[in-house]
């Protein structure tokens, strides 16, 4: 595992230096300040390290496959400064977000321009074909889906486990798959191994997100880099409370009304032990972390136990 | 003329089933209804009639063809749904914006969906490398400068016409020069072939955005199919106010301070007739027309008499 960490935090480490070193011009500053605020911004870089995970089981050369990994970085990125404007969000990794700092326009404006360099970066690629780019921009439809399902949801009374399921993957699955199946495509691989990617990184998304809604309930502020509860109180549906209020209607509603700033994490914490509903969620989580481990085992790979330890890093962070 | 003309309208309703027939699901409604509101919208189709009057030079397929027009449209519609959200404005194509209609967050998604929905159509253009996606891509980030500029001008007292006219050539040519340059690139032509287009696409859009300052002065509301004024009341930069503003501070601060809704735009009429900047700003459109009509001269084409009608169709435009 020790071996694993470093090579993960050499990873990290060589994104972060590639993310400083993209030519973003100085002006006009309107557009390039909160575009290079927003790419200074922490992030625990796990979809471009994906990205380079999958690519070293072909040994695709690093620099190609950085681009691969900024762009994916990036779409990362200007999926967040939208969606923090549309969810009302003040704080994105410890600092403020953009819309908060500078204003919507400014935020906009950062968040297209990000997508845009993405694209302009992927571009640069030696030698690829549609494919990638084509693959790259329907991850994009999918996760503005993904984001559209979740803000129609704030408005519906009942919200189904299995619509949840289907808007997290497409939110959230989406872009993991797209990270893990990226560099197989660039590399020119068959559709079914494509295809076991896709399923690894949807899989690997809805554990991700439902370990995500979980500890937005059993961590703390500090540790998440933004205000918790914030979801909670804006009828942020995650799985723990549809389940909650598809279950005890009456019971959830009362919880909710009769709690206060002050002790609403602790009143909706038991009641989610309670009921059962954390244990359920964790070993949803798991079901979904376990899945995404079976579609490695079916790659044709000599790094599968890097993939593997990826997996396990994501099922045991605890932020 | 009148064979010329009955080929634009050809082209215009082929562009408009095109955009009609585009495959766009129906759900999430709350990402797609807005798209398909937007792409149901008016417009004179100027961008995407370029691309295939430009594409009939090299007979490229004209589905082919298609393809690049389409995605030229859908960028232009992705920056005006954006644009519209930071300009607050509420009409477009006499219609009402799509955060006016729904609100900012759809408007965001909308556009990001937009943009999106292009790069997909142009990664089905069979047989393209970089070179068409990365010119694309160049564009939107250059569009996005100038509406940072544009923003940016908003809240300076002074603007030079120099600024003005490099934001306009952002914001608006390089979109012109993207619709005369990308069937060029796609047909593999040389780099001074396109470079070329790319000034005339230029010259155009500068000539285009001077008029379009004019006819917000000299027409009406309802030709225009947006609210006029509007520019002026928000203190919005065309190159007349920049001119009446450097030249004749005071008089100019004077002659809007005592200005009502009713007599504001007969007041700033007047005032512009009688300093000589309409006249000025005519003779400045007519450059940048005829510059456009030099570069298309210099272009190895058959139907160079077609672009040159084109130029003269959006000269002599009324709305």
Chains 1, 2 share one sequence.
């Not at 200007?78 to 704080?91: A, E």
């Not at 949801?153 to 949840?164: D, G, L, M, S, V």
């Not at 893990?180 to 494509?194: C, D, K, R, T």
């Not at 389940?243 to 002050?262: F, T, V």
Request: net charge neutral; hydrophobic share 35%; charged share 25%.
């Amino acid at each position: 595992m020790s071996d694993f960490n470093d090579l993960i935090i050499f990873i990290q480490k060589e994104i972060n230096k590639s993310l400083k070193r993209l030519p973003i011009p100085d002006k006009p500053s309107y557009l390039y300040d909160p575009i290079r605020y927003s790419l200074k911004g922490g992030g625990k870089r796990l979809r471009p390290i994906l990205v380079h995970l999958m690519g070293r089981a072909f040994n695709i050369d690093p620099d190609e496959l950085m681009k691969i990994a900024l762009s994916i970085e990036l779409l990362h990125n200007f999926t967040l400064v939208h969606d923090d404007i549309m969810d009302k969000d003040t704080m994105r990794h410890g600092q403020k977000t953009i819309h908060t700092k500078w204003d919507t326009s400014s935020a906009i404006l950062a968040g297209d321009g990000i997508y845009t360099i993405a694209q302009i970066i992927l571009n640069t690629l030696s030698g690829i074909d549609n494919a990638v780019s084509s693959y790259f921009n329907k991850t994009t439809l999918e996760i503005c889906e993904g984001q559209a399902l979740d803000k129609k949801f704030e408005n519906e009374p009942i919200i189904t486990e299995k619509a949840y399921l289907n808007m997290i993957e497409k939110k959230t699955g989406a872009l993991l798959s797209a990270a893990a199946a990226l560099p197989v495509i660039y590399n020119g691989e068959s559709q079914s191994f494509i295809n076991y990617c896709d399923s690894f990184g949807r899989y690997l998304g809805n554990g991700f997100q439902i370990q995500d809604d979980l500890l937005e309930i059993t961590s703390d502020e500090k540790t998440m880099g933004k205000s918790l509860e914030s979801d909670i109180y804006k009828c942020k549906k995650t799985i723990m409370v549809i389940k909650a209020h598809n279950r005890y209607p009456q019971k959830w509603d009362k919880l909710i009304s009769n709690s206060s700033k002050n002790n609403i994490k602790n009143n909706i914490h038991s009641f989610f032990d309670e009921t059962g509903i954390i244990k359920e969620t964790k070993s949803s989580a798991e079901f979904y972390f376990n899945s995404s481990r079976e579609a490695i085992k079916k790659l044709k790979i000599h790094n599968k136990n890097e993939l593997l330890q990826f997996v396990d890093l994501i099922e045991k962070r605890t932020y």
